[in-house]
């Protein structure tokens, strides 16, 4: 998948506001709901339905969901080689499970869903750096494919 078509389609989701759990370009989205869209737009249908989930950043558990559910449908990569149009997934509390996501671009910004702002393009701070916890290409998993997680 080209990397410049991942990133003009996250950018057309620019000024979306934020509503949780919805993934209509314009209209709203959340961070899940931003690379939902972004998938449909690149890929195609959505690989399976999305069950509802919480948005609380602080929640712990003993599995990823996010990051479990990624790694059936796309490849996963170390956070350090992340590129361009691929997908990461943030910790935003220490001890927390990873529950924020947004897409790479080339210019040392990454897009996503905010609460309160919708859907922006901001610097990849070392702050937002140090939060990565995983990271997937946008693409399909071809080994995985047609399996849910």
């Known amino acids: ?14 000024g979306t506001p934020y509503h949780d759990q919805a993934s209509l370009r314009g209209v709203g989205c959340d961070c899940l709901g931003l690379a939902r869209g972004v998938w449909r737009d690149v890929i195609g249908d959505e690989p399976f339905p999305m069950p509802p989930y ?5 929640e712990t558990g003993a599995h990823e969901v996010i990051a479990e559910s990624a790694r059936g449908v796309m490849p996963e990569v170390l956070p350090a080689e992340a590129g361009p149009g691929d997908m990461l997934v943030f910790r935003m509390m ?12 080339r210019d ?22 140090r939060r990565i916890a995983f990271a ?11 399996l849910q997680p």
Request: charged letters at 25%.
């Open 136 to 146: 997937f290409l946008f693409q399909k998993n071809e080994e995985t494919e047609g």
């Open 94 to 105: 220490p001890r927390a499970i990873s529950k924020h996501i947004g897409i790479l671009t």
């Open 54 to 58: 919480s948005r609380d950043w602080g």
């Open 108 to 129: 040392g910004t990454f897009v996503h869903a905010y609460e309160r702002l919708g859907v922006i393009e901001e610097a990849m701070s070392e702050s937002w750096r």
């Open 1 to 14: 998948m080209s990397a410049d078509r991942v990133i003009a389609s996250a950018r057309s989701w620019l």
